[in-house]
T-cell receptor, first 109, second 117 residues
């Protein structure tokens, strides 16, 4: 079956760095997405990886290793507004998004 | 660009009534739209994939006669929850895929919070 695993919850300190991991097993692979979702709101797109390596976008970076079925989202210089759930999603061979359960990130002052 | 709107933002209805939710892509054409449901503290659950001009594809366990989906144009899809019951209370989110974009990412509407009394 298809499976996306990510930690349920993480806590970090304002100004610090946090890495959110995601491992996946899917039927086919057409890219991996990271979305941010604040409580009570819809998800917003953060990043997309389809080739191995690191994609950097401001304070956020995303890494992919297709051979290991592994990705991480790296958040630097954490701000209180980064408190949210972070969703990992893989696009399978049918271009369908398979969603992880999300990682709730709590930022403490 | 790539803005998706949803209406209404929230709705409260009595058990047994039907509720229609609209999803619109405002500045792009979306041949494919997706309907999700999200219960508190849970992940997104795909309900169905809606393709313009054809019947929606429902995920396993989703009743097509209860959740009616119509994708009549390239910018509008509707979800009608028929004979709603309290267990249908949830956060319903639509998304649309902009085929002109390089990444095929989905852009989400703001969601509709449905409460069935």
């Amino acid at each position: 079956g298809q499976n996306i695993d990510q930690p349920t919850e993480m806590t970090a300190t304002e100004g610090a760095i946090v890495q959110i991991n995601c491992t996946y097993q899917t039927s086919g692979f057409n890219g991996l997405f990271w979305y941010q979702q604040h409580a009570g709101e819809a998800p917003t797109f953060l990043s997309y990886n389809v080739l191995d390596g690191l994609e950097e976008k401001g304070r956020f970076s995303s890494f992919l290793s297709r051979s290991k079925g592994y990705s991480y989202l790296l958040l630097k210089e954490l701000q209180m507004k980064d408190s949210a759930s972070y969703l990992c999603a893989v696009m399978d061979s049918n271009y369908q998004l398979i969603w992880g359960a999300g990682t709730k990130l709590i930022i403490k002052p | 660009g790539a803005v998706v709107s949803q209406h209404p933002s929230w709705v409260i209805c009595k058990s047994g009534t039907s509720v229609k939710i609209e999803c619109r892509s405002l500045d792009f054409q979306a041949t494919t739209m997706f309907w999700y449901r999200q219960f508190p503290k849970q992940s997104l659950m795909l309900m169905a994939t809606s393709n313009e001009g054809s019947k929606a594809t429902y995920e396993q366990g989703v009743e097509k006669d209860k959740f009616l989906i119509n994708h009549a144009s390239l910018t509008l899809s509707t979800l009608t929850v028929t004979s709603a019951h309290p267990e249908d209370s949830s956060f319903y989110i639509c998304s649309a895929r902009d085929i002109e974009r390089e990444y095929n990412e989905q852009f989400f509407g703001p969601g509709t919070r449905l409460t069935v009394l």
